[in-house]
Structure formats: structure tokens, C-alpha cells
């Protein structure tokens, strides 16, 4: 696992500092010719850190994203989405429109809104979706581990407002997920640390290899990427003998609920078929055994402690797990796939389609032109197909 070390951190500009000095070192734009440092549109060609500096206007961008995809207009969501991208690429703050010129991915609607917020520290069409009833109504809803937009919309509309009153509502019949969503909410919408990931990272560790010896393990997800807090904890591990990963995933769920620990398991069965690669859309699951867990963590696990309130004597928490067990030839790609962040993950697959004529995903790496699959050991291995310069999972914060 890499993790940031604390001399990299210190390297790094302060924004606050550097804001007078942005007139100056930002790329400047020569007269009537093309930017000096040209900022690649794909946020596999941009190394992203978790310093973003222009946290302001990417809230922003993330509330509208959002309030697009509760009204299902995907172009815009994704608009937004990967304006929002951009600018956390950036090594220091915006200080004035100007800057956005050389910039790629932002449209109008974005510039229109940076303009405001460099000018009154916010933006009308932002205040106006954080006000929205609806807005508010369906962010709540979707908090509910198992409520996606859909259920969300259907419950607005039938008139609830608040999770006491779907609670209440006799017509409504919850699914496990959700009832387990209910159950846990106060403790799974609070974040996980990076302490807790870690802890739950060796308990799964153990239980990997009390099971198989020689297996391969990883943390991934954002706390792969270096993030400090996270919803969950995703963790990618597979046995060295082809053909038995489904078989670890089924027994490491077993040994969980022998401990004591399994609070919730949705258990999902592999329909991996290697004929049917490779697909292509990004924001459909991947076909290998996984599960989607919550579970257990005591506070003597967590060296740093639990990230609970102080009140709560209970001693544990429930945390959100979500586990995957690729074939072992798959181990890269899957790794790569898992380890994000999904800005990252949809513009590899982008890059690949548009510049190199490949198609990429979970499973593996197809070559349009040579008419065949590409083998990878690492994710190195794919960043060289790809012919693209390798990024550190802590630079994948796209
Ligand atoms: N992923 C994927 N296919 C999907 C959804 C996600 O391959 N359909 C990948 C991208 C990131 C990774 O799985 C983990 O997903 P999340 O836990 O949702 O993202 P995260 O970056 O770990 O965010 P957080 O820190 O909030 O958990
Ligand atoms: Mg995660």
C-alpha cells in the first residue's frame, strides 16, 4: 500500500500562501496561441493528489452534479463532474476567471459559476438546489444505505419528507439492505478513518490467510488513494490457485460470521465469462464474487480509537465492507478498477476508447486493432499498454 509519506505533504505549496503569487505561476497564455502547460482533458493524463485547492468551486460543481443526477440528466451530471476533476488537479487555488481560459472541460455553466464565487464567495444557482426541498428531501433518502435515486424519487413523491416518516409509513416494505440501512444509520453515515480501514484491513488479512496461505490482499478504494476518511472500506484479495477465488470469498464470509463480526452480508455470485468481455460501460459492476458487507469493529482493534462521538460507551461500531475476490490472472485490472477514484476509472476507459482504439474495464485490456486480450501482471503493466506515464494511486484522485 502506498501511503503519502509526511515529506511529500510538507513539499507541497500552501493555497492560502500562494494565492498572490497564481497572476504569476499559473500557465500563462501567450497572445492568440495555445496555453504554455496544457492541462490534459483526460484525468488519467493528470496527476491528482488529495490537496485540492479549489475545494470552493468543486463543492460547488459537486452539489450541481448531484442535483443532475437526481433529475437523471446524465450529460450535464458528468459535465460537472469532470469540471469539478479538473480544477482538483490544480496545483494551487483560482484567483481570477482569466486562469480558466487554458483550462479543459468547463463549459459555460461552470465558468458562470466560478466568476461568481471568485466575485461574491458564492453561486445563486448553487444556493438555489442547496435550498431545494427536493434536493435536500433526496440527498437524505439516498444517505440510507440501499435507497438509490429511483426509491428516493418514489418516496418524495409519495409526500415523506424525513426517515422517521418512511419509517412510520406501513405501505413502505424495506428491503434487507435497507432495513439494515435503518438499523446502523447513525454509525455508517459517519465516516471510517484511516485507522479503522487498517484495522479492519488485518482482521480480513487474517482471516484471508488463516484460510490460504499464499493469497494476495489489498486495501483499496480511497484509503489506497490516501484519503484520510472514507464511506467504506473496499478490500480486493484472491488465492494463487486459478479457480478457487470464489471459493476464499465464500469461506473468509463464513469465517466472519463464525467470529461474530458478520452484522449484514449481500453475497454476490460470480458471472465472470471471459467470452463475453470485454463490456462496456464503466458504471456497470463488475462480473466477480464480491459481497457488500457491515461489520463489527471493536475499539480495541483501533489503535487511534474508534471515530465515534464520546458519549457512545458501546465500544464498537458497524462499518461498511465491501469485499472482491477476482480469478488471479484479473488481479491487476481489478486492482486498478478498485481503486479509483471513478473520474479516474472512467477516463482510463475513455483514453483507451478514443486514443488507442482499446477497450478496458474490471477484467482486462482488448486490443481493437490487434484483435486480442492484453495480459497484465501489474497495473503498471496496463498504464504501458495504454502507452500512458504510470500514476501512484495517491495521484489518482480525479
Ligand atoms: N468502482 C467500480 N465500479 C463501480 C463503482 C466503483 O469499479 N460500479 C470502483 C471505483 C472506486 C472503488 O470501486 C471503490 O468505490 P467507492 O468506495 O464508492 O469509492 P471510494 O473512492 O473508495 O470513496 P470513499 O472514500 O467514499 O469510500
Ligand atoms: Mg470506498
Not at 496545483?91 to 459555460?108: D, I, K, M, Q, V
Not at 471510517?192 to 484471508?208: M, P
Not at 461500531?317 to 485490472?333: G, H, I, M, Q, T
Request: with cysteine; net charge negative; charged share 25%.
Amino acid at each position: 500500500i502506498t501511503w503519502f509519506t509526511d515529506s511529500m505533504r510538507e513539499s507541497r505549496p500552501v493555497a492560502v500562501e500562494t494565492r498572490h503569487l497564481i497572476q504569476d505561476t499559473l500557465p500563462a497564455i501567450p497572445e492568440g496561441g495555445a496555453p504554455a502547460a496544457e492541462v490534459s482533458q483526460y484525468a488519467c493524463q493528470r496527476r491528482t493528489t488529495t490537496d485540492n485547492y479549489n475545494v470552493v468551486f468543486t463543492d460547488a460543481f459537486e452539489v450541481l452534479a448531484e442535483c443532475y443526477e437526481f433529475n437523471q440528466m446524465d450529460g450535464r451530471c458528468l459535465a460537472f463532474r469532470r469540471a469539478a476533476s479538473v480544477l482538483k488537479s490544480l496545483p494551487r487555488g483560482l484567483s481570477s476567471l482569466e486562469e480558466t481560459h487554458s483550462l479543459p472541460c468547463l463549459g459555460g455553466h461552470a465558468k458562470a459559476i466560478i466568476g461568481e464565487i471568485l466575485q461574491h464567495g458564492r453561486a445563486f444557482d448553487v444556493e438555489k438546489v442547496l435550498s431545494d426541498e427536493r434536493y435536500q428531501t433526496l440527498k437524505l433518502f439516498t444517505s440510507v444505505y440501499g435507497v438509490g435515486p429511483k426509491t428516493a424519487e418514489k418516496w418524495y413523491r409519495s409526500g415523506l419528507r424525513s426517515l422517521d416518516h418512511i419509517l412510520a409509513d406501513q405501505s413502505i416494505q424495506l428491503n434487507h439492505m435497507q432495513q439494515n440501512g435503518f438499523l446502523h444509520y447513525g454509525d455508517i453515515s459517519r465516516a471510517v478513518s484511516k485507522a479503522e480501514a487498517r484495522a479492519l484491513t488485518k482482521a480480513i488479512g487474517e482471516t484471508v490467510q488463516a484460510i490460504t496461505p499464499d493469497a494476495l490482499l489489498a486495501l483499496t478504494g480511497g484509503f489506497r488513494r490516501g484519503k484520510e476518511f472514507g464511506h467504506d472500506v473496499d478490500i480486493i484479495f484472491t488465492t494463487l490457485e486459478l479457480g478457487m477465488e470464489e471459493n476464499l470469498l465464500l469461506a473468509v464470509i463464513k469465517s466472519l460470521e463464525k467470529q461474530g463480526i458478520l452484522l449484514y452480508c449481500d453475497y454476490q455470485a460470480s458471472t465472470f465469462d471471459l467470452t463475453k468481455l470485454p463490456t462496456h460501460s464503466f458504471e456497470a459492476m463488475d462480473h466477480f464474487a464480491k459481497c457488500f458487507l457491515i461489520l463489527r469493529l471493536e475499539a480495541s482493534q483501533v489503535e487511534e480509537g474508534l471515530n465515534s462521538p464520546v458519549e457512545d460507551i458501546r465500544g464498537w461500531r458497524a462499518v461498511r465492507v465491501d469485499l472482491v475476490s477476482p480469478p488471479v490472472d484479473r488481479y491487476a485490472f481489478a486492482l486498478l478498477g478498485w481503486t479509483g477514484s471513478r473520474q479516474f476509472e472512467r477516463d482510463l476507459r475513455r483514453f483507451a476508447r478514443k486514443e488507442r482504439r482499446m477497450l478496458l474495464d474490471n477484467h482486462g485490456l482488448y486490443d481493437k486493432t490487434k484483435e486480442e486480450f492484453l495480459a497484465a501482471g501489474t497495473e503498471k503493466d496496463i498504464f504501458d499498454h495504454l502507452g500512458l506515464e504510470y500514476m501512484e494511486p495517491w495521484q489518482r484522485n480525479a
